[in-house]
């Protein structure tokens, strides 16, 4: 899953969610922007690992092989009345016992069913799990069927306030009494981790595996969705109509669903598969731009692992107020609603990432399951490296590199608030932990290196294998170790060890030396990182020698904590770029001479070379350096013309009209909206004095891309802003994205109480996760400098917010501007400034009753 998740490595007052992945949990929650000094907090939440509970796989007393549902739902009351019948074989032992998980069920009956007759079953229930007495002693020749009808209360849930279950209801009421105009009635449900058992009785862990039906029935209005295919659909006469969606092959409770709601289903096929988007109805003409690619990425990890798409179709539904980013349920993946956009605002970026990792989760997650959450890197860390190689496959290695970096900064962001922990981690305190920039970025990089350390023919023979041997089952690391021996005949416990079973990074430094006489070129390398708390790392990397117009590459095995590499050269080289394939999980201190950088911007081959020279060169204002990164404003990749252009604002460039002219041509002719954007506040930075720059500029207002209308605001702003609020003005009606971030910008700096109305109505439309936790912000910077008036206006909407977003961050966010508010109106003596604390004070004791999330609750104090 792809997620935002619960996980502690967010601080609060400080975090700014800057991208939501995929998956459950983090999928991939946040990385603040300023990360606050946790050290001494990280220190104190992490025991010695002796006095956690070593987490075990669950014992298999039964074999669940299939389950039957019969569901309907009581609006109103948020609950699911429905009938289960499970199909059971012991596992191995005899036994007359059998245990389900069942959370917050009202049970009307437990029976065994034969042919037609139901016995009615003995059985204890504390809320959680049943304790079924069967009527015999079974052995594991016997197949049982198990009859179970209830109701289940997920709203009830919460009122228990167990602090394990958070925000884990499993089934989800979205508007259920249509209160909300602006808002559809939705239901969808969330099994990861094991919240199924929340809808319907199982035995929820990810080592159980089952075939299902479900017999689904709704109002006629609604659109239902489940995993495997729809066998039949039949109207009642009533007003309701049953669909029966009934998956034939097996997988993990977690990974069962439901969406129901007033979906437009937009269609699609590959060979032959259906592949449908479920969308809101606005949003149906803009299906296929948001998820097209998905059949091209069904053939290429079909191709790549050789091993086709193994299900029955494949759906992908969004809903509103989704817990997470992104739940791979099998063959019907959930997306949160960030996911809704029109085709202008996919000008700006589109979540194709999301989609691939929900998809490689299909292999890896689905077809083959970690035996328990402590191996949930082989999930995760899959499903994260299955974007890179989308990345890599659909748009070049540059575009998978520049992702991957991003994803090693955020592992890194996220240990200084954690520590270093184990990737497969047999002791945690909540299995929730699991799903952090361990699991899917760390992982991911891992994957990588191991891709790169045995060669790409290797891996992927070894992957192909793993998924044969392991298919419709749950394992653990060594599974995947074993096939990849197979393959190479290599013992690799070597780099499983040293990468999964084991914690921290490389902490590498690079020093060079050229002896002439002899014609020898060194290279010694040095480990830093402390060796009582992480290995000593074995690292084979490549290190390519650029010498007379030609490169040679050499393979070394790094594997002491001082080691020096010696080469015969012909003279001495231009550059010698040690990881030349840039496949390091950890830090590489080095320092090259700027002659060197500068060859190296003119001749290294990756994105990521270039920005490593493009750094190393950051105080160099030489004219080659210069000259250099202006050649870089026509690469072929966009991301280096944008982090040229970032490197260049900070040089004085002599020949100023070759800059003006070409800053001039991308901000206008560009293919990335990035890169215009980029280009406009750089004009406007140093050339806005002259008149046809800012013809340009204010020509660029006409730019489809709302991405380049806020930086043009921005940068509008910067010199005129009588100007750029009256362009404000007119872009409001229209504005989306960055768009609506740049003038809630500009008004929370410039603008009077005449434009709350603008954030108020504002709110709604902004979906994505990021931009809506920054627009709050904004929002929030706004109201402090308004009057007492407009801030008791926006009060019912921060409560809104505060009360009923369905994602934590976004729900702490609205937290965060009430204390601002509450604190900078305490200590004022006048009526409005006591009403409005009056009123927030009411607010938290509301949020303080209904909040479920342990970090808001600790926040806000119990
Ligand atoms: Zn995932």
């Given amino acids: 899953m792809k997620t935002v998740s619960t996980n502690n490595w967010l601080v609060p007052a400080l975090a700014i969610i800057i991208s939501i992945t995929s998956c459950k949990t983090q999928e991939k929650a946040t990385v603040s922007e300023e990360v606050a000094p946790v050290e001494a907090a990280a220190e104190e939440e992490t025991p010695a690992v002796e006095t956690r509970e070593y987490q075990a796989a669950y014992t298999r007393t039964f074999d669940l092989i299939h389950t039957s549902l019969d569901v309907r739902f009581d609006w109103e009351k948020q609950q699911l009345i429905g009938k289960a019948q499970l199909t059971l074989t012991p596992y191995f032992y005899d036994t007359d016992q059998l245990t389900l998980d069942a959370k917050g069920f009202e049970l009307r009956s437990v029976s065994l069913k034969n042919q037609e007759s139901l016995k009615p079953l003995k059985y204890d229930y504390d809320g959680q799990k049943m304790n079924i007495a069967l009527d015999r002693v079974y052995t594991r020749k016997d197949t049982l069927k198990v009859w179970v009808d209830y109701v289940a209360k997920p709203e009830e849930l919460d009122a228990e306030g167990s602090a394990a279950i958070m925000d884990a209801k499993g089934l989800y009421f979205i508007n259920p009494l249509g209160e909300d105009k602006n808002k559809p009635k939705q239901i969808w449900t969330q099994g990861e981790t094991e919240s199924s058992s929340c809808w319907f009785p199982t035995i929820d862990a990810p080592n159980e595996n089952m075939t299902q039906d479900i017999k689904i029935t709704v109002d006629s209005r609604y659109v239902t969705l489940s995993n495997g295919l729809l066998v039949s659909s039949k109207p009642n006469g009533d007003g309701t109509r049953t669909d029966l969606w009934k998956q034939s092959l097996p997988h993990a409770p977690y990974l069962a669903m439901m969406a129901i709601g007033e979906f437009a289903v937009v269609k699609d096929k590959w060979k032959g598969i259906d592949v449908d988007y479920y969308v809101e109805p606005e949003y149906e003409p803009h299906a296929k731009a948001i998820f097209g690619e998905t059949p091209a990425m069904l053939d290429f990890y079909s191709d790549v692992l050789k091993y086709p798409y193994a299900w029955e179709k494949y759906s992908q539904v969004v809903v509103r107020d989704y817990v997470s980013g992104a ?405 409001e009606a229209d504005a989306s994205g960055s768009l609506i971030s740049a003038i809630a910008s500009l008004y929370s700096k410039k603008g009077g109480s005449e434009h709350l109305d603008f954030f108020l109505n504002s709110i709604s439309k902004v979906s994505d996760p990021n931009d809506k936790y920054v627009f709050v912000q904004i929002f929030g910077k706004y109201l402090i400098g308004q009057d007492f008036s407009a801030q008791l206006k926006g009060l019912p909407t921060l409560k809104d917010l505060a009360l009923n977003e369905g994602a934590w961050w976004m729900r702490l966010s609205a937290i965060q501007v009430l204390n601002g508010l509450r604190q900078n109106a305490e200590p004022i003596d006048v009526e409005e400034a006591k009403t409005l604390v009056n009123e927030i004070n009411l607010v938290m004791d509301e949020v303080r009753a209904k909040e479920t999330n342990q970090m808001i609750k600790g926040m806000i104090g119990e």
């Fill in 327 to 731: 739940m791979e349920n099998t063959t019907a993946t959930i997306h949160g609603e960030f996911l809704h956009r029109t085709d202008r605002e996919l000008l700006d970026g589109d979540n194709e990432r999301i989609i691939a990792h929900e998809l490689f989760h299909h292999w890896f997650g689905d077809l083959v399951t970690c035996e328990s959450w402590s191996n949930l890197p082989l999930n995760e860390s899959f499903a994260t490296y299955g974007e890179y190689l989308w990345l890599e496959h659909r748009h070049g290695i540059d575009e998978a590199d520049k992702h991957g970096d991003e994803q090693m900064r955020q592992y890194f962001a996220s240990v200084a608030q954690t520590g270093h922990l184990n990737m497969v981690r047999f002791y945690y305190d909540n299995k929730e932990d699991m799903f952090d920039a361990h699991s899917y970025n760390k992982g991911g990089r891992i994957l990588h290196m191991l891709r790169k350390t045995i060669g790409d023919e290797a891996f992927f023979e070894g992957l192909n294998l793993y998924l044969n041997e392991n298919k419709f089952q749950a394992v653990e690391m060594h599974q995947l170790r074993l096939a990849m021996e197979e393959v190479t005949g290599m013992d690799l416990n070597w780099f499983f060890n040293q990468w999964f079973f084991n914690k921290g990074h490389a902490d590498l430094s690079v020093s060079h030396t050229y002896d002439a006489a002899t014609k020898k070129y060194a290279i010694t390398i040095s480990q830093n990182q402390d060796l009582k708390e992480m290995p000593l790392y074995r690292i084979p990397m490549d290190v390519d020698i650029y010498f007379g117009g030609a490169v040679n590459r050499h393979r070394i095995d790094l594997t002491e904590v001082e080691q020096t590499f010696e080469f015969d050269v012909l003279g001495q080289p231009q550059l010698v770029l040690v990881d030349a394939e840039n496949i390091l999980l950890g830090t590489k201190n080095e320092t090259l001479t700027e002659d060197e950088y500068v060859f190296m911007l003119k001749n290294a081959p990756r994105y990521l070379d270039k920005v490593e020279a493009m750094n190393g060169l950051k105080g160099s204002s030489s004219d080659d350096a210069v000259t250099a990164m202006l050649n870089l404003l026509d690469d072929e990749y966009w991301g280096t013309r944008r982090k040229a252009l970032q490197a260049l604002k900070s040089k004085s460039v002599a020949d100023t009209s070759l800059l003006k002219n070409k800053l001039m041509w991308l901000a206008q002719k560009d293919p990335k909206s990035s890169v215009r954007a980029e280009a406009i506040s750089f004009l406007a930075e140093r050339f806005s004095k002259g008149e046809s720059t800012r013809t340009i500029i204010e020509g660029a207002m006409k730019d489809r891309s709302y991405n380049v209308l806020g930086a043009t605001l921005k940068a509008i702003s910067e010199y005129d802003t009588d100007r750029a609020l009256s362009l404000a003005k007119e872009a």
